[in-house]
């Protein structure tokens, strides 16, 4: 059975850190490239980063660059976002997502930025 | 950034009937290896977006055949031919052919 479990959020003061961890089993999760995306009621689903393969290539939207890190472990299966500065806009359920052969989502982590 | 706009918003709907959903790309979805990167998601109430399509018109393993994708050049349409109680959900299509990968605002399917 295909699964990512992700864990980590909770709820954070602004400026504050958080650090996402995602772990996959059940699929080649070395051949995957693997995403973090997060939903809003306000913005619906907005694609925050990705990252290749072997790690060598990572990508971060706009708004979260200079912010936001991610890093993978190809023997650990697993991905982690790692958020710094957090702002108020950051608040959303973040979900790591694998694609590749096939395509496969975690559950869902709510993030809250708040004082 | 590219632009998908999805219509309509929300789509009321008859058990057995069709519906068609559409999604406009502000740029064309060409990949340099040649595959248009242009998916559909469906998510139930409560759960995570599922991929139904990708590459426009190819069904992911295990969704039933009465889902379609097509194009016609920037205009991308998800057709259900006999709609069921379990079609209920969101459906969004993203691009991944240009960054930031981005997502259209969703058309809420009701029956």
């Known amino acids: 059975e295909v699964q990512l479990v992700a864990s980590g959020g909770g709820l954070v003061q602004p400026g504050g850190s958080l650090r996402l961890s995602c772990v996959g089993s059940?699929?080649?999760?070395?051949?995957?490239?693997m995403n973090w995306v997060r939903q809003t009621p306000e913005k619906g689903l907005e694609w925050v980063a990705n990252?290749?393969?072997?790690?060598?290539?990572?990508t971060f939207v706009d708004s979260v660059k200079g912010r936001f890190t991610m890093s993978r472990d190809n023997v650990k299966n697993s991905v982690t976002l790692q958020m710094n500065s957090l702002r108020a806009e950051d608040t959303a359920v973040y979900y790591c997502?694998?694609?590749?052969?096939?395509?496969?989502w975690g559950q869902g982590i709510v993030v809250t930025v708040s004082s | 950034d590219v632009v998908l706009t999805q219509s309509p918003l929300s789509l009321p709907v008859t058990l057995g009937q069709p519906a068609s959903l559409s999604c406009r790309s502000s740029?064309?979805?060409?990949?340099?290896?040649?595959?248009?990167?242009l998916d559909w998601f469906q998510q139930r109430p409560g759960q995570s977006p599922r991929r139904l399509i990708y590459?426009?018109?190819n069904r992911d393993s295990g969704v039933p055949d009465r889902f379609s994708g097509s194009e016609s050049g920037t205009e991308f349409t998800l057709k259900i031919s006999r709609v069921e109680a379990e079609d209920v959900g969101i459906y969004y299509c993203?691009?991944?052919?240009?960054?930031?990968?981005?997502f259209g605002q969703g058309t809420k399917l009701e029956i």
């Open positions: 997502a694998g694609w590749g052969a096939g395509n496969y």
């Open positions: 059940g699929f080649t999760f070395n051949t995957y490239w």
């Open positions: 990252i290749n393969p072997d790690g060598s290539q990572k």
């Open positions: 740029q064309g979805l060409v990949h340099p290896n040649g595959n248009t990167n």
């Open positions: 590459h426009v018109s």
């Open positions: 993203v691009q991944y052919a240009h960054w930031p990968h981005t």
